[in-house]
């Protein structure tokens, strides 16, 4: 095959690829529109013992969905020039959803008299406006853009596990309403999100050289956060998530697990050539600083000592 029909194949391939993206995203938004607030039922047998329980799971879960309003202002600072899937997708489906699911969330900690996260709507980190700006050098983009899907990866696969054990955690409570009409409804959303993002990813990943790929790996090791933490507070507050959905308190086997779980599909994009690597070791670290945190304000140790 010579340069010529081989450049030909990589571009009919790429639209291809396209078009597949095009029709989720069409798919996403004809078959999950934002949920209706009429649908809702906000009754509660046990408000205070609800309150108790997942209080900080709801207003940390609640300060994340709203602030898709401030991701997006980023995602038109980082992305200059981005694909019009990706601008179609996070602007037309993604952010009236996310932004629906903060609604009603907030709703219900307002009922609970649970005390909100204070949400940041506008504000943009200097470093990311100077990656914006870099985004203009030819090459550079789509290493923004990869981490972009990376970042979506990882969030939407902690999210739907969040609210897996959250639906769990409210039927044991007998909060059947809350569980069916609104942690069922969010939770249904989130694994097509993470499904455009695997799908864009693996396209991108293909494309790019030998050295955006070597950039790529050497960024998301030093930048990766825990999901809706930007500084040592909310990590803080993710670690008292994990505590109150039971993601950590069997040490750190237990949290290997769930390391293994948000970072599986980053790792068999950038690290399947590590072999023996079962989950890249920044997402466990990230994950066990944000227990420790949690446990250190309350006095305690993590993880907690087993009884014998």
Same mark, same amino acid.
Request: charged letters at 25%; zero cysteines; a neutral charge.
């Given at each position: 095959?010579?340069?010529?029909?081989l450049?030909?194949?990589r571009?009919?391939?790429?639209r291809?690829?396209?078009?597949r993206?095009?029709e989720?995203?069409?798919?996403?938004g004809?078959?999950?529109p934002?949920?209706?607030?009429?649908?809702?039922?906000?009754?509660?047998?046990?408000?205070?013992?609800l309150?108790?329980?997942? !209080?900080?799971?709801?207003?940390?879960?609640?300060?994340?969905e709203l602030?898709v309003?401030r991701?997006v202002?980023?995602l038109?600072?980082?992305l200059?020039?981005?694909?019009?899937?990706d601008?179609?997708?996070y602007?037309?489906?993604?952010?009236?959803?996310?932004?629906r699911h903060?609604?009603?969330?907030?709703?219900?900690?307002e009922?609970l008299g649970?005390?909100?996260?204070?949400?940041?709507?506008d504000?943009?980190?200097f470093?990311l406006k100077?990656?914006?700006?870099?985004?203009?050098?030819p090459?550079v983009?789509?290493?923004?853009?990869?981490?972009y899907?990376l970042?979506?990866l990882?969030?939407e696969?902690?999210?739907?596990?969040a609210?897996?054990?959250?639906?769990?955690?409210?039927?044991?409570? !007998?909060?059947?309403?809350?569980?069916a009409?609104?942690i069922?409804?969010?939770?249904?959303?989130?694994?097509?999100?993470?499904?455009?993002?695997q799908?864009?990813?693996?396209?991108?990943?293909?494309?790019?050289?030998g050295?955006?790929k070597w950039?790529?790996?050497?960024l998301r090791?030093?930048t990766?956060e825990?999901? !809706?933490?930007?500084n040592?507070?909310?990590?803080?507050?993710? !670690?008292d998530v994990?505590?109150?959905?039971?993601?950590?308190?069997?040490?750190?086997a237990?949290?290997?697990?769930?390391?293994?779980?948000?970072?599986r599909?980053?790792h068999d994009?950038?690290?399947?050539h590590?072999?023996?690597l079962?989950?890249?070791?920044?997402?466990f670290?990230?994950?066990?600083?944000?227990?420790?945190?949690?446990?250190?304000?309350?006095?305690?140790?993590?993880?907690?000592?087993?009884?014998?």
């Open positions: 095959m010579s340069l010529s029909d450049t030909v194949s571009r009919r391939s790429r291809r690829e396209d078009s993206l095009a989720h995203v069409d798919r996403l004809e078959e999950h934002p949920i209706p607030l009429g649908g809702v039922d906000y009754t509660m047998q046990k408000p205070d013992l309150a108790e329980r997942f !209080g900080p799971v709801l207003a940390y879960m609640t300060r994340v602030e309003e991701n202002l980023e038109n600072i980082l200059p020039d981005p694909p019009e899937v601008r179609h997708f602007a037309d489906v993604w952010m009236p959803q996310e932004t903060g609604q009603i969330l907030d709703r219900l900690q009922l649970v005390e909100p996260h204070e949400a940041n709507l504000e943009v980190s470093s100077l990656l914006g700006a870099l985004g203009k050098v090459g983009q789509d290493i923004s853009r990869m981490l899907y970042t979506g990882a969030t696969r902690s999210a739907v596990l609210y897996n054990k959250l639906h769990t955690g409210l039927a044991e409570l !007998g909060e059947r309403a809350i569980a009409t609104v069922a409804p969010i939770r249904r959303q989130e694994p097509g999100h993470f499904a455009y993002y799908m864009a990813a693996q396209q991108l990943w293909d494309q790019l050289s050295w955006q950039l790529t790996r050497g090791k030093r990766f825990v999901t !809706g933490a930007y040592k507070l909310q990590v803080t507050q993710f !670690g994990m505590d109150k959905l039971k993601l950590s308190h069997g040490g750190e237990e949290l290997r697990k769930y390391a293994q779980q948000v970072g599909a980053e994009l950038l690290w399947a590590r072999r023996g079962r989950v890249p070791d920044y997402v670290k990230s994950l066990k600083r944000a227990a420790v945190l949690a446990a250190e304000r309350k006095g305690e140790v993590w993880p907690a000592p087993q009884p014998s």
